[in-house]
């Protein structure tokens, strides 16, 4: 036979203070930062100037959207040209 003694008021959720939170909020802050920044678009042009057959070598890169920047690359050279 079975009785019942008494009926405790309480959830199954269990709080509990856990020192390492901080350190996955953190870490979820950090992945979540990077990941915005990656969608980011760069655009880096080099130009290296060789003095005995004086030219100017010029070269460009982007990680995002290469057609776009193919077609404004000759744009920059234009607007940077003296």
């Known amino acids: ?37 990656s969608i980011i678009s760069t655009k880096l042009i080099w130009a290296i100037s060789d003095k005995s057959l004086e030219c100017v070598y010029v070269g460009g890169l982007s990680n995002r959207d290469l057609a776009s920047f193919s077609k404004e690359f000759p744009r920059l050279i234009k607007e940077a040209d003296c």
């Open 1 to 37: 036979t079975m009785s019942l003694l008494d009926i405790l008021p309480s959830s199954g959720i269990l709080i509990k203070y856990d020192p390492g939170i901080p350190f996955v909020y953190v870490g979820f802050a950090i992945t979540l930062i990077g990941s915005i920044l």
